[in-house]
Nanobody
C-alpha cells in the first residue's frame, strides 16, 4: 500500500535550519508530483512547496527564498531544506501525493513537528 514517512522535524531557534525527508513507497514515485504541506495550530493545512516529476518547483510566498524542495527518484525520497526559520514556520509538516487509484485520492504521511522557538 501507499506509504509516506516523514522525518527530520524538531526544535530549532529562529534563524536556524532543518531538513525534512519523506520516504515513499507503494507507487511509482518518479511518475508523480510531490508536495510538502504544513498545518499550524488553529490554522488550515497549507501548501508549502511542490516538485514535478522532472524537478520543476513551486513555493508558497512564505517559503520563497528560504525553503528548497528536492527529490531523489532513485531513492524514492522528497526533501525540504528549510533555512532562516521563523517562529511562524512552526507547524506539523506533511508529505503528500495525489494518486488516481486511491480512495481518497490524497495520500498523506503522519507528519513531523517543526517548532521554531528560543
Amino acid at each position: 500500500q501507499v506509504q509516506l514517512v516523514e522525518s527530520g522535524g524538531g526544535l530549532v531557534q529562529p534563524g536556524g535550519s532543518l531538513r525534512l525527508s519523506c520516504a515513499a513507497s507503494g507507487f511509482t514515485f518518479s511518475s508523480y508530483v510531490m508536495h510538502w504541506y504544513r498545518q499550524a495550530p488553529g490554522k488550515e493545512r497549507e501548501l508549502v512547496a511542490q516538485i514535478s516529476r522532472t524537478g520543476s518547483t513551486n513555493y508558497a510566498d512564505s517559503a520563497k527564498g528560504r525553503f528548497t524542495i528536492s527529490r531523489d527518484n532513485a531513492k524514492n525520497t522528497v526533501s525540504l531544506q528549510m533555512n532562516s526559520l521563523k517562529p511562524e514556520d512552526t507547524a506539523v509538516y506533511y508529505c503528500h501525493v495525489r494518486l488516481p487509484w486511491t480512495i481518497p485520492l490524497d495520500n498523506w504521511g503522519q507528519g513531523t513537528q517543526v517548532t521554531v522557538s528560543n
